[in-house]
């Protein structure tokens, strides 16, 4: 068992950066991909950002991509998502999870509380 824990999030300016992390304990963190996922209200629950158990291959949402990093740091059994020219569309709860990995939502087996990013114009 995982238990992933989401400290940050918080209010920030459109063009400006937030950086998430997601803590993670219990089974070998380094055992799990992880992955970062966004909802927005009234919306469904959409793919942010992936990385492999090694953090040798990393994966984007389209909506993202160029913006986000997504990093993890086994010995610390955390994974980060760094957020850069932060848009109003980027408002919503972001998950951290853990499992096969990948972009669909049924492959994470672990999920954290959430934490919620605003976007100001």
């Known amino acids: 068992q995982v238990q992933l824990v989401e400290p940050g999030g918080g209010l920030v300016q459109a063009g400006g950066s937030l950086r998430l992390s997601c803590a993670a304990s219990g089974r070998t963190f380094s055992d799990y991909g992880m992955g970062w996922f966004r909802q927005a209200p009234g919306k469904v629950r959409e793919f942010v950002a992936y990385?492999?158990?090694?953090?040798?291959?990393?994966y984007y949402g389209d909506s993202v991509k160029g913006r986000f990093t997504i990093s993890r740091d086994n010995a610390k059994n955390t994974v980060y998502l760094q957020m850069n020219s932060l848009k109003t569309v980027d408002t919503a709860v972001y998950y951290c999870?853990?499992?096969?990995?990948?972009?669909?939502?049924?492959?994470?087996?672990?999920w954290g509380q959430g934490t919620q990013v605003t976007v100001s114009s």
């Open positions: 990385t492999t158990w090694s953090g040798g291959s990393v």
């Open positions: 999870a853990s499992g096969l990995g990948g972009r669909s939502i049924s492959t994470y087996v672990h």
